[in-house]
């Protein structure tokens, strides 16, 4: 019997509370206190483990108690029992098995991919078509409400050398959002700066405010407008010659061709949980470079466990050229839940080569934080 012929026979989950540093605003709501996340063990015949997260945000892809629901209600019978190598058709019936819940199925491609990995001994990139990079360069969100707060991160950021900024916003006046980007100017010249307004314009804000902004040439400006304005989106691409790029109107393969038809973005924010999974994300990613159109990694509120599938992805994915915001594990959360420590070094995300994800959570932190464990 091969390897992979192997049956998966459990199927665990974590709902976590994860403490972090401080407030963050963003366009479409704030976050404060901690993030919530839901981690999912699968383990084979032969005892090997895979693990995978889901870090969904209620004000963007769902709810924690949706990813829980979602995987313990709908996923988990089309999981146990089946062989290990049938991811293909596992995510396959998984997509119609249970509308949205984007951040379940990234949760559930991740441990498959996590498992085949390690009982192949081959690290997820090579299961995805091979690594193209070695690193990856680190972005790291400037979000806190208390701008002085930031200024302290941003002197971190710079001792580490992380090169890439992006200023969060549309969430208070744009006297606000201009007074920190003229300081960060001023006094960061060496961060290139990526803005993000996370769809907090109205209609009747979006033209004199991105054009204002755009006179700071930013390396570019992400998703002023909700989701569906996509004629705003169009048109406010043609006003300004910085690129404009999508986020939350691209979730998936099916929006990313609409929006490359329609014109509406320079490029596209590529996340796992939102994309529902790594092979999701890499096909969007390749339709957008298809269409001439740019990408980078993404992330949501995530813990390490997700930000090393979304390297293995951006990883094995050439598309994916403007680098990545995995800094949660390092800047914003109290403590991370991998038993080592996600990888930047000189302000690169360094790509595992182990099996599997490369490496594994902390049980222990996994049982301290939780809100839900198994059993």
Same mark, same amino acid.
């Given at each position: 019997?091969?390897? #992979? ?26 976050? =404060?206190?901690? /993030?919530?996340?839901?981690? #999912? ?7 090997? =483990? ?39 058709? &596992? ?27 390690? &009982? ?29 707060? +930031? ?6 950021? *710079? +001792? ?10 549309? @969430? *208070? ?29 109205? $209609? ?10 755009? *006179?700071?040439?930013?390396? @570019? ?13 169009? *048109?406010?691409?043609?006003? &300004?010659? !910085?690129?404009?790029?999508?986020? =939350? ?14 014109? $509406? /973005? ?17 096909? !969007? ?15 949501? @509120? ?17 598309? &994916? ?20 420590? @996600? ?22 932190? #996994? +049982? ?8």
């Amino acid at each position: 019997m091969s390897a #992979l012929d192997q049956k998966i026979i459990g199927f665990d989950l974590w709902q976590l509370a994860l403490p972090v540093v401080s407030a963050r605003d963003h366009g479409i709501g704030r976050v =404060e206190g901690a /993030c919530e996340i839901v981690v #999912l063990r699968l383990t084979a015949e032969g005892g090997a =483990e895979g693990f995978g997260e889901a870090s969904p945000w209620s004000v963007f892809t769902g709810t924690p108690e949706a990813s829980h629901a979602a995987l313990d209600r709908y996923l988990r019978p089309l999981v146990l029992g089946r062989r290990v190598g049938d991811r293909a058709l &596992i995510m396959e019936q998984a997509a119609q098995a249970v509308a949205h819940c984007t951040e379940a199925k990234a949760a559930l491609e991740s441990a498959l991919l996590d498992l085949i990995g390690q &009982i192949s001994a081959l690290p997820v990139w090579a299961l995805l078509g091979g690594k193209c990079r070695d690193t990856i360069p680190l972005s790291c969100s400037i979000a806190n409400p208390d701008f002085d707060q +930031d200024i302290a991160l941003m002197e971190r950021l *710079r +001792d580490d050398g992380v090169g890439l900024i992006k200023l969060k916003t549309g @969430f *208070r006046d744009h006297a606000f959002d201009i007074m920190r980007l003229e300081r960060i100017a001023r006094d960061f010249p060496e961060f290139g700066v990526r803005v993000d307004y996370n769809q907090g314009l109205g $209609i009747e804000q979006a033209i004199p405010q991105v054009l204002d902004v755009a *006179r700071f040439r930013p390396d @570019f400006i992400e998703q002023p407008v909700r989701f569906h304005h996509f004629d705003m989106m169009a *048109r406010l691409r043609g006003l &300004i010659d !910085v690129p404009l790029l999508a986020d =939350e109107s691209v979730f998936g393969p099916e929006d990313m061709v609409r929006a490359a038809r329609e014109g $509406i /973005c320079d490029g596209v924010s590529v996340k796992i949980m939102k994309s529902g999974g790594l092979s999701r994300g890499q096909t !969007v990613a390749r339709i957008a470079g298809a269409n001439g159109l740019m990408a980078y990694g993404g992330d949501m @509120f995530e813990a390490g466990l997700a930000h090393l599938a979304g390297t293995h992805m951006i990883a094995a994915t050439p598309e &994916i050229t403007l680098g990545c915001e995995f800094y949660q594990a390092s800047y914003y959360l109290k403590e991370d839940i991998l038993e080592t420590p @996600f990888q930047v070094r000189n302000g690169q995300v360094v790509v595992p080569d182990g099996p599997g994800l490369g490496a594994r959570p902390d049980l222990g932190r #996994l +049982d301290h934080y939780a809100v839900r464990k198994p059993g």
